[in-house]
């Protein structure tokens, strides 16, 4: 798995390594989702799940550009964000199921991901509210003059939050090196897009604010990986923040394993066409077209990401709960620094 | 680190005491000789509010901090409150200690989802693997018909949400040292200031000292009655114990200092001692601090109870801004006076 890479400049096309990464990380994270989906019914992971198929390609695209030490927030629907940043899926699964060793002991479950030395300060699942905590990670490297970025990851519905105008006048006001990820998957919840916005062009919110901003095909991780690159290399070079918007879509429901369509949420249609255009599924062809890939070294590739994703899962169920006692444990720093 | 060489002492000078143990500064002067040395020493400190750098520089409490330390780290806000917030916390989180002023604590309700949902959970909600070492200061006021949104006495809410920890100074030196410590705190801590006061003038060391969080200032020792109040009502306490003095009635005046943690051995043991119990809080009556304050004594200490236990508080209403009704809603010394009378005459 590709987790970070040295800034790409804005033109030149990927090498090999770095598609071949990509498709390991969209895959890696279309698996890990897909395992969840699996254990599920067994009833032991017992904490709501978020999932992100259908968009991992923006996952990927943009975090093959961070190095180790940036920042990166994300939201409720975070687990392909950790994966591509490198957490190890190990600790994310103990954590789903709520066992000791997982990245909060046991009191985050799958919404609250944690990993500084990833450069991930934890995850809030109120909309929006994580948003200027990335812009707060970046005005921090800011004043300390540390050479970092932030990646800000959000959906559309966050679009609507106050949180997100006010930190994204903040950040153009001071100039801080953010970039703004919004995964654009038309829904919140179930509410449609449409319902929801009068203007359905979100980056040209960032606009308005003077921030330089993207729309794209959330779908294609090469366009997600070009568009990325410029952004992070604008944020690096102390140009500012700088705007993405990924369309893309969620193939499952807002929340847990299940597809929604038969209860109404949305059309069968919409979910069907956009499953056509599958994001994995398509840049694995055109890795194999291109000859970067053959289809043994990709059906051997997810062997392996199988085969560690079994190990993770297993060795995560047979990690200790957390001592009852830890309930009222932690509520506050230890006040001496 | 820079903090640890920071004397801790919860011992005031006595104001009665010699020039040689500190000088005498005003109130603003203390809080922002509290900013000057936590800036000094410690690059990851900084200052933002909407005014710190205006020449009214927040009451005189950060006034011409940004000529000295610059624009970068003393520095004005969009008006944003949730957002802002937000920007503190994740400062915070990646390392800085930011100091955020509010110059009236109404504008707080606009950052209650940062507050609550995020800085006072994130310690505990990741595991202890993260802390939020934030502090927010706002400052209430109260007459000139500042009304219902422009004078809130909000600790009530706030004091309700674990995670975060809730200061309310009322001396010269302890607005110094309480802001210190909490700069000095991994926590994140909101200190309730009181325009009144800024009225206040007090002998104040030169060097950098915290008052630790979660210790109570025994004000005034008293055998009859115990008198718990917080920020500007601990001068309203003391002056109607002067009063009982006169009539041969010992008031103890207890100052909590800081709300959360909350010092109940020190406010326990005097009412073990007095057997009677008054708590002025300026906050709404109904679910405030005043009752958990009153509900603590009649859990742990009813026995040594001589009389119920009375509240002082603001009552369950908004602020109204004309000048007679204002003087109708504000509680303060005739108020504690009073309640001291009714615990008195139950035996």
Redesign the interface.
Same mark, same amino acid.
């Given at each position: 798995m590709s987790t970070s890479s040295d800034c790409a400049p804005a033109s030149p096309a990927p090498s090999r390594d770095v598609l071949r990464g990509l498709l390991e990380t969209m895959l890696f994270i279309r698996l890990f989702e897909e395992k969840i989906v699996a254990v599920y019914p067994d009833q032991d992971m017992k904490c709501p799940v978020h999932l992100c198929i259908g968009q991992e390609a923006v996952a990927a695209g943009v975090i093959a550009h961070l190095r180790p030490g940036d &920042?990166l927030?994300s939201t409720h629907r975070n687990h392909g964000h950790c994966l591509a940043k490198g957490v190890d899926p190990g600790i994310l699964l103990a954590e789903f199921f709520g066992r000791a060793s997982?990245?909060?002991?046991?009191?985050?479950g799958s919404m609250?991901p944690?990993s =500084?030395e990833h450069g991930i300060?934890?995850t809030?699942a109120?909309v929006g509210?994580?948003? #200027?905590?990335?812009?707060?990670?970046?005005?921090?490297? @800011?004043?300390?003059g540390q050479d970092a970025i932030s990646a800000v990851f959000f959906g559309d519905g966050a679009s609507e939050e106050?949180?997100f105008?006010?930190?994204l006048? @903040?950040a153009a006001?001071k100039g801080l090196p953010v970039v703004f990820v919004c995964e654009n998957n038309h829904y919140a919840t179930n509410s449609p897009l449409g319902a929801r916005q009068p203007n359905p062009d979100v980056h040209r919110r960032a606009q308005g604010y003077g921030i330089p901003a993207e729309r794209l095909d959330g779908n294609d991780v090469e366009a997600v990986y070009a568009a990325a690159g410029r952004a992070a290399a604008h944020a690096r070079a102390g140009l500012g923040p700088y705007f993405l918007e990924c369309v893309t879509y969620r193939w499952k429901g807002h929340v847990g394993p299940d597809c929604d369509y038969e209860k109404g949420c949305r059309p069968k249609d919409e979910l069907f066409d956009w499953m056509e255009r599958c994001p994995v599924k398509r840049f694995q062809s055109r890795i194999e077209d291109a000859g970067i890939m053959d289809a043994a070294g990709t059906q051997a590739m997810i062997a392996a990401i199988s085969a560690r994703l079994d190990a993770a899962v297993a060795w995560a169920r047979g990690e200790k709960y957390p001592d009852a006692a830890e309930a009222v444990l932690?509520? &506050?720093? =230890?006040?001496?620094? | 680190?820079p903090?640890?060489k920071i004397t801790e002492t919860s011992l005031e000078p006595a104001s009665d005491g010699d020039d040689a143990r500190g000088r005498i500064l005003s109130y603003p002067e203390a809080i922002r000789e509290a900013l000057a040395q936590s800036l000094a020493i410690d #690059?990851a400190v @900084?200052v933002m509010g909407q005014g710190v750098d205006d020449p009214s520089g927040m009451f005189g409490a950060t006034r011409g901090l940004h000529e000295t330390f610059g624009a970068?780290?003393v520095f004005d806000? #969009?008006l944003?409150e949730?957002?802002?917030?937000?920007?503190?916390?994740?400062?915070?989180?990646?390392?800085?200690r930011p100091v955020y002023f509010h110059n009236r604590p109404d504008f707080l309700y606009l950052a209650m989802?940062?507050l609550a949902?995020?800085a006072a959970k994130?310690? &505990?909600? @990741?595991?202890?693997?993260?802390?939020v =070492?934030l502090v927010l200061w706002a400052c209430t006021g109260r007459g000139w018909g500042s009304g219902a949104q422009h004078s809130q006495a909000v600790q009530g809410l706030f004091f309700q949400i #674990?995670?975060l920890?809730l200061v309310m100074p009322s001396t010269c030196y302890d607005a110094k040292g309480l802001l210190i410590a909490a700069i000095?705190?991994?926590?994140p801590v909101l200190i309730l200031d009181h325009r009144f006061n800024f009225r206040n003038r007090g002998y104040v060391p030169e060097e950098m000292y915290a008052v630790p969080?979660g210790r109570a200032a025994v004000r005034r020792e008293g055998r009859d009655v115990t008198v718990v109040a917080a920020s500007h009502l601990v001068m309203d306490a003391l002056r109607a114990a002067e009063e009982f003095a006169a009539q041969g009635v010992s008031v103890e005046v207890v100052d909590p200092r800081t709300l959360r =943690?909350l010092d109940e051995e020190t406010i326990l043991n005097s009412v073990a001692k007095t057997g009677r119990l008054v708590v002025a809080d300026t906050g709404w009556r109904s679910g405030g601090v005043a009752a958990e304050i009153c509900a603590l004594a009649a859990e742990r200490c009813f026995d040594a109870l001589k009389a119920p236990p009375r509240r002082v508080a603001g009552p369950d209403l908004p602020t109204p801004a004309g000048c007679t009704l204002e003087e109708a809603y504000y509680i303060g010394k005739n108020e504690i006076v009073a309640a001291v009378r009714g615990v008195l005459k139950q035996k």
């Open positions: &920042y927030t997982g990245c909060c002991r046991g009191k985050g609250h944690m =500084p300060l934890g809030s109120i509210g994580g948003i #200027p905590h990335g812009v707060g990670h970046a005005l921090a490297a @800011f004043l300390r106050g949180s105008h006010e930190s006048n @903040f006001l932690g509520v &506050y720093a =230890p006040a001496e620094v | 680190m903090w640890s #690059p @900084f970068d780290r806000t #969009p944003a949730t957002a802002l917030t937000g920007v503190a916390v994740g400062a915070a989180l990646g390392g800085m989802d940062q949902n995020h994130w310690h &505990y909600m @990741f595991g202890g693997a993260a802390c =070492p #674990p995670g920890k000095k705190d991994d926590n969080l =943690p």
